[in-house]
């Protein structure tokens, strides 16, 4: 476990950005990691397709804490389809040994640690799919504003 607690991943679990609710909010999303009881909730709008608005609240182990952290850092402009990619490249990287995202996405190369612990999989993986959750009630709010 000790890997799992260097300086990089603490420096990230111990600054979240973006942490609190967000009203108004066109989407809001829920995920849990119920072998190690992390939850992360988030809120956020979309303009342009885009991530422009966006909060969180994570009651997570240090890796899901550095996880949200991550994710929270490079959020803003994102695309549904671009965390979608980078949620499969983070899984692929800890469940079959691929390589970490590339680009504004690499800080989640600190997060290779984590796969020597299968347990934690879905602890970094939840703040994606809180994200995703977001976001889907976010574009089908755009929807019903267009109609």
């Known amino acids: 476990m000790k890997e799992l607690y260097t300086s990089e991943i603490m420096s990230f679990a ?3 950005p973006h942490i609190g609710t967000l009203p108004d909010a066109q989407g809001q999303g829920v995920a849990h990691a119920r072998l190690c009881g992390s939850k992360i909730s988030v809120w ?11 909060s969180q609240q994570v ?3 240090l890796v899901g804490q550095a996880s949200a952290s991550i ?3 490079h959020i803003m402009g994102a695309t549904r389809s671009e965390i979608r990619q980078t949620r499969e490249t ?3 990287m800890l469940e079959e040994g691929g390589e970490p995202p590339v680009g504004k996405w690499a ?6 640690p984590v796969r020597n612990y299968k347990s934690r999989y879905s602890t970094v993986l939840i703040a994606f799919d809180a994200v995703l959750e977001a976001m889907e009630l976010a ?3 755009k929807k019903d504003e267009n109609v």
């Open 44 to 54: 956020l709008n979309i303009s342009n397709g885009q991530v422009c608005d966006f």
């Open 107 to 112: 800080d989640f190369a600190l997060l290779v």
């Open 90 to 92: 983070v899984r692929v």
């Open 71 to 73: 994710l929270g850092h």
């Open 59 to 61: 009651k997570a182990c």
């Open 14 to 16: 111990a600054r979240i």
């Open 139 to 141: 574009l089908d709010s």
